[in-house]
């Protein structure tokens, strides 16, 4: 009775918004403690970050702690692949490497600590979620972005090589300079240069941009935006779900509470 009393107490101080934006302040308080790592600053104030730095991963594992005991299926908590990472992040932040051959390694785990807030914000968790499903589909599209890369670098290296080298040697600088094109990074320099020699090049260009900038792009988008709507009606039934469990629960709870008033009453 007394550890179901302790782990409805964690759950409340888990599920409490305080608590939760206090953690999200100590997450952003990390990355900057992180980036005035950065800086070339004196002895005593590099101390006092390593402290503050020591200060922030402790706190981290006593919210993971109070997270894994507020968890009312102990079973469940490491089924899910957040809490995961979190405890790994934490866990291997505690490791002293500081002034070891792997100081670089400790440090770049430090600075993963600041994708925990991923983690504790739901709308971010969402987003990555819904990134990751679409991962599948962006991958067709980026196959078929690859082919359309290909081919005009191949068209692009056959006509502009002699016109210069630099940018359309062979195929792969041929894919770099597109990449430079479909950004809009100083496109039209390039465009100019061929136009010299091959006036009807723009041709080139232009298709080149609504194939890749425009149309691509565009699937991408869509695809995103379609399995974020998903992701919110998937949300939403189990929200429907969650709070119909709660209303059985409460009426079961009423109907045993009349039960037994009822069998008091009775002579």
């Known amino acids: 009775m007394q550890a179901t009393n302790l782990q409805e107490k964690f759950e409340k101080l888990r599920s409490n918004k305080l608590f939760e934006l206090f953690v999200i302040s100590i997450i952003i308080f990390s990355a900057l403690v992180i980036g005035a790592k950065t800086y070339d600053i004196s002895s005593s104030t590099l101390w006092l970050v390593r402290l503050l730095d020591w200060f922030i991963t402790f706190f981290f ?4 702690i109070i997270r894994f005991l507020g968890e009312k299926h102990k079973n469940e908590f490491f089924k ?3 809490n995961i990472f979190d405890t790994l992040i934490v866990v291997t932040s505690l490791i002293p490497v500081e002034d070891s051959e792997l100081a670089i390694i400790g440090r ?3 600075i993963f600590r600041v994708l925990r807030m991923v983690s504790i914000i739901p709308e971010l968790k969402m987003l990555l979620n819904s990134f990751l499903i679409a991962l ?5 599209i980026v196959a078929l972005m690859f082919i359309i890369f290909y081919i005009y670098a191949a068209i692009g290296s056959t006509f502009f090589a002699g016109i210069n080298p630099e ?3 062979d195929i792969a600088i041929s894919m770099l300079t597109l990449f430079r094109v479909m950004t809009f990074e100083d496109w039209t320099d390039v465009m100019y240069e061929t136009m010299t020699v091959y006036p009807l090049s723009w041709l080139y260009y232009l298709s080149f941009i ?3 900038a425009f149309a691509f792009l565009n699937m991408v988008i869509g695809v995103v935006v379609n399995v974020l709507n998903e992701e919110h009606e998937r949300i939403r039934k189990e929200e429907e779900l969650d709070n119909k469990q ?3 629960e409460i009426l079961d709870n009423k109907i045993d509470e009349l039960k ?3 069998m008091q009453e009775r002579p």
Request: a positive charge; charged letters at 10%.
């Open 61 to 64: 594992l006593t919210e993971i």
């Open 80 to 82: 899910q692949g957040w």
């Open 108 to 110: 770049l785990i430090r």
């Open 136 to 140: 599948p589909q962006l991958g067709y």
């Open 167 to 169: 940018l359309w040697g």
């Open 210 to 212: 609504f194939f890749t």
């Open 246 to 248: 709660v209303t059985l």
């Open 260 to 262: 037994k008033l009822i």
